[in-house]
């Protein structure tokens, strides 16, 4: 891949040219795809990160770096140039753009796969709902984002697990059985207030009408109120979770992280190390480099009760995952828990691992509207509108491409009358016709012609593609294992929508000024395998978002 190919040679070469300045290393430096309407393919700022340690002008460094890569220009560049106040742009050679496109047709479904991630062990939990009501719009957004950034991690060479962490523990829970007792003394014709900060919605009234078919004289036994209730909300989760095309390898339980003594070890391990103070008649933790916390109320590990707070549990469940082998965790919360990332983190050094091994995503909130008009709430929540009836409206994929195709610190509106458009304006209506159109030329060209030669053939002579629209298809092609690398460092698979959308546009673009079934048949050919190739990418990247690729809309 030729991204690779310049990424590996450019480093090798500026190793050589940084040697020979008497620099020990090179600072830190993008190579990317250059901003729209520059003649170039790639575009280095390495002049301008170099700057300041040479004291000398970035445009004076590129010229320099320009002379020592021109020396020794590779089979896969036609030249280097110095654009703007010093970044060095790159231009592919013909030859490279060619052996590119075989590359995909070769590749097919495994175009992008890499070793990047060196079997590296990944645990993403992500959702983690509470079971206490049914997922709202704001946990897709979480689950798009977790699930889409699993495949691609997988895509990219990562062992990647993911994980439900059930918060079955606590006063939130207890609330829940609080408020099926309620209804279901309610349903008995009997009385009993809800908890002012229970659950209203109606499906606690749909819990307590099924508990009471199965349990008409437990009405005062909470502790069964309860794991009927937990079960019943689990199970529902786990329908919306997969009827949204996905699934989890565990589910692990808060409640067993102190039934298992977790997180009464990792106390005394912070104890040990002096993190933890103990006055007013409750454990706190100290952070390392903090001595006072008396004002911080949310750094308490146990109340005066003797009762665990959901951070101490958190703490241990952090620390296993660790224990269990995972080399890096990725966490995707909603953006209100940007308070709770220091002390998480602070906690993991406490206990001796480096906080770096934790990665937290921060998604923010969904609006929902419905032609620019916001979406009143829903009944059977109570208070929030239900995933499953935004996926009984729009579908899975308009939900999943909808949730992943911005990143996560930006806020989503989410327009329900787009998502069920069926007209350019709806960005995943875009690209699946963009697959089920180039499906349709191959059934054309079947029809009109007799079975197509094999376009990912040697025989094939994509030379003939020598015209700017499909040399430039052939580069947006190029830049899809760059954006499945975008998103292995930004924690997010907003730069994988964002390249498909770049490469639906570029095809179209192309299509509408070129003929594909057209008098010669070797050119024919080519643009054929052209077609294939961009196909089989759209293929792999919806996939990887875990939306379908329609062969006919």
């Known amino acids: 891949m030729i991204w690779d190919e310049l990424r590996d040679w450019l480093g090798q070469a ?33 002049a301008m990160v170099l700057a300041k340690p040479l004291k000398k002008a970035p445009r004076v460094i590129a010229q320099e770096l320009q002379k020592a890569l021109q020396a020794k220009l590779p089979d896969f560049l036609d030249d280097v140039s110095i654009a703007g106040a010093g970044f060095l742009n790159f231009r592919w050679s013909s030859r490279a753009l060619e052996r590119e496109l075989r590359t995909v047709l070769d590749q097919g479904q495994q175009y992008g796969h890499s070793a990047e991630g060196k079997n590296e062990k990944v645990l993403i939990e992500f959702v983690s709902a509470n079971p206490t009501g049914p997922l709202h719009v704001g946990h897709g957004r979480g689950a798009a984002l977790g699930d889409s950034l699993a495949l691609i991690l997988s895509h990219l060479g990562y062992l990647v697990t993911r994980e439900y962490y059930i918060n079955d523990a606590g006063n939130q829970v207890q609330l829940l059985a609080e408020s099926v007792r309620a209804r279901c003394l309610e349903l008995a014709g009997k009385h009993l207030d809800l908890p002012a900060e229970g659950y209203h919605g109606d499906y606690i009234k749909d819990i307590a009408k099924d508990y009471l078919d199965t349990h008409p004289d437990g009405v005062d036994d909470l502790s069964a109120i309860l794991s009927f209730s937990l079960r019943r909300m689990i199970k529902e989760i786990e329908k919306d979770l997969a009827d949204f095309g996905m699934h989890f390898d565990s589910w692990f339980s808060e409640a067993s992280v102190v039934q298992k003594g977790l997180v009464e ?39 005066k009760d003797g009762r665990w707070t959901y951070f101490a549990t958190d703490i241990a469940y952090h620390a296993d995952k660790l224990e269990r082998g995972y080399q890096k965790l990725i966490d995707i919360w909603g953006a209100d828990h940007h308070g709770y990332v220091p002390r998480v983190k602070g906690s993991l050094q406490a206990l001796g691992y480096d906080p770096a091994r934790l990665h937290i995503v921060l998604y923010q909130l969904v609006s929902l509207s419905r032609g620019g008009k916001p979406v009143s709430m829903s009944k059977r929540s109570g208070d929030f509108i239900t995933l499953r009836e935004v996926l009984d409206e729009v579908g899975r994929d308009a939900c999943r491409f909808f949730f992943a195709m911005r990143g996560p610190n930006t806020a989503l509106e989410f327009d329900l009358e787009l998502a069920k458009k069926h007209t350019e304006e709806n960005p995943v209506y875009y690209l699946q016709y963009a697959h089920a159109r180039i499906c349709s030329i191959f059934k054309k060209q079947t029809a009109e012609g007799g079975p197509p030669k094999g376009v990912s053939e040697t025989s094939v002579d994509l030379s003939l593609l020598k015209e700017k629209e499909e040399r430039d298809l052939i580069k947006r092609l190029a830049l899809f294992p760059q954006s499945l690398h975008t998103c292995a460092q930004n924690d997010s698979p ?58 006919s809309m």
């Open 14 to 46: 500026l190793k050589i040219w940084a040697k020979a300045q008497g620099l020990d290393e090179l600072p830190a430096y993008t190579l990317e795809e250059p901003p729209a309407g520059l003649e170039a393919d790639a575009a280095c700022n390495l």
């Open 265 to 303: 070890k990792h106390l005394q391990i912070l104890k040990e190390r002096g993190y933890v103070q103990e006055y007013d008649g409750a454990v706190w933790f100290v952070a390392p480099g903090e001595e006072d916390v008396e004002k911080d109320k949310d750094r308490v590990l146990r109340r």
């Open 494 to 551: 907003h730069p994988l929508a964002n390249a498909l959308l770049a490469l639906c546009r570029q095809f179209h673009f192309f299509y509408d000024h070129h003929r594909v079934l057209g008098d010669n048949p070797e050119l024919t050919q080519a643009r054929l395998a052209l077609l294939e190739a961009v196909r089989q990418v759209l293929r792999l990247g919806l996939s990887l978002l875990g939306v379908s690729a329609p062969e």
